[in-house]
């Protein structure tokens, strides 16, 4: 699943500007280095499955993770995607509740792991930390009911064209304009809350009209003023 062990330097860390960690005094941050196991786990590698008793939170250093929840019929639906930078796992730590997603690395990812104890810790003894982990879950938390009021209100047209544009700002796009994630035409129906077919039918139409540029998996967006005007952005 994962090879061997890296030697990641929490001070040289993208992470160490997240919120969280910047209010870390030294000997927090070295508690954590002699603590953390870090890991490169290929694409396809699941880090943690729904009903997982956590035994503590991720950093993301590098990759894309999908999350997501598995159905009753066995569909996936994707919550979100975690890129370097973001901390996954966290809530189900703190709740002392078995995870209630499952995540899966869709582009080869570094992750350090580090323990629940540290976490707690860090709660109850760093009072900025405990704030900010505070944020963390309530902008999540309203990202979760922005997402539940777009299945329920919009179409499944407004959300594909609202999808590729959430992603385009999220990720970005590389120097020949082309999205810098790489979903498949499942994963983006799992995304959006529909058929396989109907995200095929939806990206040959945007392609006709312009909007967009596809080959195989690899999206370039040519009018995103379009996208928004179908999104109702």
């Given at each position: 699943m994962f090879e061997d062990p890296?030697?990641?330097?929490?001070?040289?860390?993208?992470?160490?500007t997240h919120p969280l960690f910047r209010h870390l005094v030294e000997e927090e941050l070295q508690e954590i280095m002699l603590n953390k196991i870090t890991e490169t786990y290929k694409r396809g590698s699941i880090i943690y499955q729904e009903g997982n008793r956590m035994k503590g939170f991720y950093c993301v250093q590098s990759g894309i993770i999908k999350i997501y929840q598995t159905g009753f019929d066995g569909k996936e639906q994707i919550i979100r995607f975690a890129k370097p930078g973001d901390i996954i796992g966290y809530r189900s730590v703190v709740s002392n509740e078995p995870a209630c997603t499952t995540t899966e690395v869709i582009e080869e990812s570094v992750?350090?792991?580090?323990?629940?104890?540290?976490?707690?810790?860090l709660v109850k003894n760093?009072?900025?930390?405990?704030?900010?982990?505070?944020k963390l879950t309530c902008k999540e938390l309203g990202e979760a009911?922005?997402?539940?009021?777009?299945?329920?209100?919009?179409?499944v047209k407004e959300r594909l064209a609202e999808i590729l544009i959430q992603l385009d700002d999220e990720?970005?796009?590389d120097a020949l304009g082309i999205l810098k994630i790489s979903l498949t035409r499942e994963e983006l129906s799992n995304i959006v809350g529909t058929a396989t077919e109907s995200i095929i039918r939806l990206l040959s139409e945007f392609k006709n009209k312009g909007y967009i540029e596809i080959k195989g998996r690899k999206i370039k967006i040519l009018d995103k003023p379009g996208l928004k005007y179908i999104a109702n952005i």
């Open positions: 890296i030697d990641l330097s929490c001070d040289s860390c993208t992470i160490r992750l350090c792991h580090i323990p629940t104890e540290i976490l707690l810790s760093n009072g900025n930390f405990a704030v900010e982990l505070m009911n922005s997402y539940i009021t777009d299945i329920a209100q919009k179409t990720f970005g796009e």
